[in-house]
């Protein structure tokens, strides 16, 4: 079959054919349309909107800080009115004290004039109710009878209270006496631990107090004058009996 032929059929066929081949230019042309219509009369309002919401936010915030601002102005100046108050009544005050300290530096001090110009005034009993025998200012012979007295009675209270005994010093001492073993001799141990006298020592009640596997250890207590007997002195005598005392411990010390 020809080429023109082929050509002329097509062009038949399409004509035959319903094609909107200029679609997209009513469907653009529409659109616009529309959005002439609704979209930018809306996008106009919508900002307008806007823009006056934004003018008002920023009315109202600088209406805020303009107030705020104002607020702070006012109490810096009342601050400033208090501060100037408080320094101008320092000032004064200041100035009184410059004054008052001025005047005493002129004027002398009571502590200047020597006291011994100063004469004690004594008041004197009334002996016959009569004012002539009434001595204002005393006498030098009445001084000396006093300061006699005052004596006397210091000596005599320094008299007394040397008479008067001391107190004496003693404390109160529990001693442990332990023997070498089972066997030896309680009684025996108890009557060598009695036997040490010397003078401010005075023994007590005794008893034996278990220690175990069957030994017993002696305790005893005594009350001793602090400046005669001490421990020390004590243990030594009382150790001198070997045979049967093995050691000695001061359980318990109290003073009296």
């Given at each position: 079959?020809p080429?023109?032929?082929?050509?002329?059929?097509?062009?038949?066929?399409l004509?035959?054919?319903?094609?909107?081949f200029d679609?997209?230019?009513?469907?653009?042309a529409?659109k616009?349309?529309?959005?002439g219509?609704?979209?930018?009369?809306?996008?106009q309002?919508?900002?307008?909107?806007?823009r006056?919401?934004?003018r008002r936010h920023?009315?109202?915030?600088?209406?805020a800080?303009d107030?705020?601002?104002?607020?702070?102005?006012k109490?810096l100046?009342l601050?400033?009115?208090?501060?100037?108050?408080?320094v101008?009544?320092m000032?004064?005050?200041?100035?009184?004290l410059?004054?008052?300290?001025?005047v005493l530096e002129?004027?002398p001090?009571?502590?200047?004039?020597p006291a011994?110009?100063?004469?004690?005034v004594?008041?004197?009993?009334v002996?016959?109710?009569?004012?002539d025998d009434?001595?204002l200012?005393?006498s030098?012979?009445?001084d000396?009878?006093a300061?006699r007295?005052?004596?006397e009675r210091?000596?005599?209270?320094?008299a007394?209270?040397?008479?008067?005994?001391?107190?004496?010093?003693?404390?109160?001492?529990?001693?442990?006496?332990?023997?070498?073993?089972?066997e030896?001799?309680?009684?025996?141990?108890e009557?060598?631990?009695?036997?040490?006298?010397?003078d401010?020592?005075?023994?007590?009640?005794?008893?034996?107090v278990?220690v175990g596997?069957?030994i017993k250890?002696?305790?005893?207590?005594?009350?001793?004058?602090?400046?005669?007997?001490?421990t020390?002195?004590?243990?030594?005598?009382?150790?001198?009996?070997?045979?049967?005392?093995q050691?000695v411990d001061v359980?318990?010390f109290n003073?009296?």
């Amino acid at each position: 079959m020809p080429k023109q032929s082929t050509n002329m059929s097509g062009l038949i066929c399409l004509t035959t054919e319903s094609i909107w081949f200029d679609k997209n230019r009513y469907d653009e042309a529409e659109k616009r349309f529309y959005e002439g219509v609704n979209g930018p009369a809306t996008q106009q309002q919508q900002q307008a909107k806007g823009r006056q919401q934004k003018r008002r936010h920023r009315n109202s915030s600088s209406h805020a800080g303009d107030q705020e601002l104002v607020s702070r102005m006012k109490s810096l100046e009342l601050e400033n009115q208090t501060l100037h108050k408080v320094v101008v009544e320092m000032r004064a005050t200041l100035q009184k004290l410059e004054s008052r300290v001025a005047v005493l530096e002129k004027s002398p001090t009571p502590a200047a004039i020597p006291a011994a110009k100063v004469a004690p005034v004594k008041q004197e009993k009334v002996i016959n109710g009569d004012d002539d025998d009434i001595d204002l200012f005393g006498s030098d012979e009445e001084d000396e009878e006093a300061e006699r007295i005052k004596q006397e009675r210091l000596e005599a209270y320094a008299a007394k209270k040397a008479k008067k005994p001391a107190l004496i010093a003693k404390s109160s001492i529990l001693l442990d006496v332990k023997p070498w073993d089972d066997e030896t001799d309680m009684a025996k141990l108890e009557e060598c631990v009695r036997s040490v006298q010397m003078d401010g020592l005075l023994w007590g009640a005794s008893k034996l107090v278990p220690v175990g596997y069957g030994i017993k250890k002696l305790q005893i207590s005594c009350v001793v004058e602090d400046d005669k007997v001490g421990t020390d002195i004590l243990e030594e005598e009382i150790t001198k009996f070997e045979d049967y005392i093995q050691s000695v411990d001061v359980a318990a010390f109290n003073k009296i």
